[in-house]
């Protein structure tokens, strides 16, 4: 994104919310969405992974504690 992009950003957090944020912590949330989203679609797509009646996934803890180790805002999915 460029400078003008989360300047966008940083302005609309101010006038809807109110919060001031700098450009690296925009960044770093930004970052955080990418990474969730990017987790969440691979676990739509991902073959062998169990569901259950209402949709959502069935697995074990082994499989949670290996994909979520080294990003630990992932286990709130």
Known sequence: ????????VI???LARKGLVYSRV???NQIVVLKNTHSFWRYMQVHTGLG????GTLDVDS?????HTE?????RKL
């Open 1 to 8: 994104m460029s400078a003008e992009g989360y300047q966008a």
């Open 11 to 13: 302005d609309g957090l």
């Open 25 to 27: 912590q925009v960044k």
């Open 51 to 54: 569901r259950k009646r209402d």
């Open 62 to 66: 082994e499989f949670w504690i290996t």
């Open 70 to 74: 080294k990003k630990p805002y992932l």
